[in-house]
T-cell receptor
């Protein structure tokens, strides 16, 4: 079974600074998706960034980028120029690429605080 | 385009009762998944429906059930409620599970069992 581990329950960053959230996962499959989701206090989960395991290039979405290390099964999220609106719970998630199910396996989350 | 709509947003039940939660996916989305979110267990997959068929089920007791209608709307039901069923229940929809891999989530239904 696949597992996703986020070892940082809480992180804090100053506005305009950079922060990196860690995620490791375990799988025996070679093709899969990895995601970072953001859940603000309003609770709606929002996709931040997605990485396909077969792509060597790290995904980037504006201020958000990932460091995907397939061999190490590591998938960290870097947030540059942090903003107050980035404060939220961040969940790392895994999904198989093949098969008939769209089940996501989530980590336990990292609560990010952004301070002035 | 309207997002994923979940109703009700909040509800309070007592032990032994049953509850039905509703989810309307984004127009055109045919896959609907349900997740339970609790402080202790985190986010756990309940089940997924596509074209009115359950394609996958998580490790939950039979008290948890669901269905999908021809218009892709989905309902989940929890019977004989227990205190531990108190949670945020999230619904997510996607165009079709094989394609982009992106799920769009609703705001959830917060269930409190007393």
């Amino acid at each position: 079974a696949q597992t996703v581990t986020q070892s940082q329950p809480e992180m804090s960053v100053q506005e305009a600074e950079t922060v990196t959230l860690s995620c490791t996962y375990d799988t025996s499959e070679s093709d899969y998706y990895l995601f970072w989701y953001k859940q603000p206090p309003s609770r709606q989960m929002i996709l931040v960034i997605r990485q396909e395991a077969y792509k060597q290039q790290n995904a980037t979405e504006n201020r958000f980028s990932v460091n995907f290390q397939k061999a190490a099964k590591s998938f960290s999220l870097k947030i540059s120029d942090s903003q107050l609106g980035d404060a939220a719970m961040y969940f790392c998630a895994y999904r198989r690429m093949t098969g008939t199910a769209s089940k996501l396996t989530f980590g336990t989350g990292t609560r990010l605080q952004v301070t002035l | 385009k309207a997002g994923v709509t979940q109703t009700p947003r909040y509800l309070i039940k007592t032990r032994g009762q049953q509850v039905t939660l509703s989810c309307s996916p984004i127009s055109g989305h045919r896959s609907v998944s349900w997740y339970q979110q609790t402080p202790g267990q985190g986010l756990q997959f309940l089940f997924e429906y596509f074209s009115e068929t359950q394609r996958n089920k998580g490790n939950f007791p039979g008290r948890f059930s669901g269905r999908q209608f021809s218009n892709s709307r989905s309902e989940m039901n929890v019977s004989t409620l227990e205190l531990g069923d108190s949670a945020l229940y999230l619904c997510a929809s996607s165009l079709e599970a094989y394609n982009t891999g992106e799920l769009f989530f609703g705001e959830g239904s917060r269930l409190t069992v007393l």
